[in-house]
């Protein structure tokens, strides 16, 4: 248990499709972050959140939206993704800089499969 | 920029083999290093960390140390056991914005045979 849940863990979704995914830390951090695991691929540093205000957005197509309405709380909005967007979405937290070394907590990911 | 490239895998060893994972970085100024751990279907967890030079992390038997001479923090093990088989990540931070910004090797997947 690392403090850091992700629901769902798996998902299915068609092209056409609206899903979302959700990210809920109780560590008491002030940064959450998505990234993308994509096999044989480096993680992919897709959102990043400080005091829920986005900070980084890695030029990310516009069919994924990220929302942080608290500092507790993360979601990525999918809609019309493409086969090549399956892959194992994590999410993490941390302190926000100059109080922490930058240790990463993270959540056990979902797992998405676009048909 | 910066960046972190780690030794290709997968490793496969024996149980009780010594083992030792390459990481070199290229980084301005003095970022913190990681070893991040990924066990078969969960996410990444912090294995050891060392925020200076010459500083050396340690846990679960696995250690690493800052050479800021070489730019490395290669990990390593004296004897591994088949629950260590996972994919291994060296990552550092980048000071740059207000929160972490950690950036990740390839990882490498390690396999430990009985």
């Known amino acids: 248990e690392t403090g850091v849940t992700q629901t769902p863990r798996h998902l299915v979704m068609g092209m056409t499709n609206k899903k979302s995914l959700k990210c809920e830390q109780h560590l008491g951090h002030n940064a959450m972050y998505w990234y993308k695991q994509s096999a044989k691929k480096p993680l992919e540093l897709m959102f990043v959140y400080s005091l829920e205000e986005r900070v980084e957005n890695n030029s990310v197509p516009s069919r994924f939206s990220p929302e942080c309405p608290n500092s507790s709380h993360l979601f990525l909005h999918l809609h019309t993704l493409q086969p090549e967007d399956s892959a194992l979405y994590l999410c993490a937290s941390s302190q926000a800089w100059g109080r922490h070394s930058g240790e990463l907590f993270f959540g056990e990911g979902s797992r998405l499969t676009v048909l | 920029g910066n960046s972190v490239t780690q030794m290709e895998g997968p490793v496969t060893l024996s149980e009780e083999a010594f083992l030792t994972i390459n990481c070199t970085y290229t980084?301005?100024?003095?970022?913190?290093l990681f070893w991040y751990v990924q066990y078969p279907g969960e996410g990444l967890q912090l294995l050891l960390k060392?925020?200076?030079?010459?500083d050396k992390g340690s846990n679960k038997g696995f250690e690493a140390t800052y050479r800021k001479e070489t730019t490395s923090f290669h990990l390593e093990k004296g004897s591994v056991q088949v629950s260590d088989s996972a994919v291994y990540f060296c990552a550092l931070s980048d000071r740059g914005s207000s929160a972490s910004k950690i950036i990740f090797g390839s990882g490498t997947r390690l396999s430990i045979r009985p």
């Open positions: 980084a301005t100024g003095y970022p913190s």
């Open positions: 060392a925020t200076k030079a010459d």
